[in-house]
Every structure is written in structure tokens, then in C-alpha cells.
């Protein structure tokens, strides 16, 4: 398995407050990506990394902000957690590289917004 | 704008018996990977199978197999000889070379009877 966690696994957290989860990978993947997962929306890319200090937005970034200042992690942060946020975090890594594109995934983050 | 689109919110499958799952895509792109990921209770995403666009035979990995339409823009996932640790939801993925951005369709959820 690729080496990536996510800290915390799970996290409740009451509206306006700022969350902060963090990605670490063990691999040197230039790549870097924060998901949701939404019942009925799949993944849905929030933000992404092609290196460090690079970053650009996904498809629904608004509320949300990474950075990304070494190789091994990537920080996705809630400036002031709403209940719309309230969803399954995923990181993901991959090289882009050869002949292969594959993502690999951490674990998982459940947030709950109260 | 690429999107992936799973048109089987859920299936059912017999123990023992093969299923199909059904994805379309849909991209101007000649150069693109497509993904099958799997998802058990565990929440963990895992690379079931990959298939490059260029390559006109369709991929196999043990008892997944795909059917790559690539006039069609169809990529459906074959299970053979399904078995109880297949229950989980399927996510059908897609990513341009040369960009950064993956796409994921929504989802089907697979149910194995016993």
C-alpha cells in the first residue's frame, strides 16, 4: 500500500470554527489532491497540488484553501466550517508519471459540522 | 469539460455469478487513462483495474475485466464469479495525460446475496 495518512481520521466540529486536516505521504509524489465524497456526488475534487508551494483549484474549492510547503504534505483548511462541509475527506497521490496515472488514496477524514 | 457518468445508483449480484457495471465518459481528448476503484465498508479506495486509451485490448486483472468502447465513450466493468468481499461501490474514474484533474462518475453500489 502507498504510504498515506490523514489526520484526524474524525473530527466534530461546530460551525465557524476553522479545521485544518492534514495529508502526509511517505512516497515523494509530486501530486497531490483533496477530495470529498458526498452520497450521490461521488468524489468531487476540492483542491490540488503539482509540487510545492503549487496549487490550483478543483471543481468545488469555494470555502476551502490548501498549502502545500514540503513534499509530504498537503493541508486542506476550513476557514469557518459550515454544515454544507460536513462529508468524507480523501487525499490522494500520484506520480503522473510512465505509463501510469494511478491515484492512490489515504484513508479517509469524516468531518461532521454541527 | 470531461465528465464520467454511472447510470446504476445500485446492483444486485448472485454469489458465483458475473455482473456488469456500466460507465460512459465523456471527453474531446485522444489521450486519457480510465479507472475502476473500489470501495468497500472499510472506506478504503482501491485500484481495481486501468485501462490507457491508446490500447485497443481491454485490460484484465483475475476476475475484472473491462469492455472498452472507445467510439462509444463506454467503459463497463465485468466482475466474473463474484464473491462476498466484492460487495462495495464502484467508482469509475477518468484523467486526460498531460492535466492534472481526475473525474469520478457517482458511484454503483454492488451487492453480493449469498
Known amino acids: 500500500d502507498a504510504g498515506i495518512t490523514q489526520s484526524p481520521r474524525h473530527k466534530v466540529t461546530e460551525t465557524g470554527t476553522p479545521v485544518t486536516l492534514r495529508c502526509h505521504q511517505t512516497?515523494?509524489?509530486?501530486?497531490m489532491y483533496w477530495y470529498r465524497q458526498d452520497p450521490g456526488h461521488g468524489l468531487r475534487l476540492i483542491h490540488y497540488?503539482?509540487?510545492?508551494?503549487?496549487?490550483d483549484k478543483g471543481e468545488v474549492s469555494d470555502g476551502y484553501s490548501v498549502s502545500r510547503s514540503k513534499t509530504e504534505d498537503f493541508l486542506l483548511t476550513l476557514e469557518s466550517a459550515t454544515s454544507s462541509q460536513t462529508s468524507v475527506y480523501f487525499c490522494?497521490?500520484?506520480?503522473?508519471?510512465?505509463?501510469?496515472?494511478?491515484?492512490?488514496f489515504g484513508p479517509g477524514t469524516r468531518l461532521t459540522v454541527t | 469539460a470531461q465528465t464520467v457518468t454511472q447510470s446504476q445508483p445500485e446492483m444486485s449480484v448472485q454469489e458465483a455469478e458475473t455482473v456488469t457495471l456500466s460507465c460512459t465518459y465523456d471527453?474531446?481528448?485522444?489521450?486519457?487513462?480510465l479507472f475502476w476503484y473500489k470501495q468497500p465498508p472499510s472506506r478504503q479506495m482501491i485500484l481495481v483495474i486501468r485501462?490507457?486509451?491508446?490500447?485497443?485490448q481491454n485490460a484484465t486483472e483475475n476476475r475484472f475485466s473491462v469492455n472498452f468502447q472507445k467510439a462509444a465513450k463506454s467503459f463497463s466493468l465485468k466482475i466474473s464469479d463474484s464473491q462476498l468481499g466484492d460487495a462495495a461501490m464502484y467508482f469509475c474514474?477518468?484523467?486526460?495525460?498531460?492535466?492534472?484533474?481526475?473525474?469520478f462518475g457517482t458511484g454503483t453500489r454492488l451487492k453480493v446475496l449469498a
Open positions: 490522494a497521490i500520484s506520480d503522473r508519471g510512465g505509463t501510469s496515472y494511478e491515484q492512490y
Open positions: 512516497e515523494n509524489h509530486r501530486y
Open positions: 497540488s503539482y509540487g510545492v508551494k503549487d496549487t
Open positions: 471527453t474531446s481528448e485522444s489521450d486519457y487513462y
Open positions: 485501462q490507457e486509451a491508446y490500447k485497443q
Open positions: 474514474g477518468a484523467v486526460t495525460s498531460g492535466t492534472y484533474k481526475y473525474i
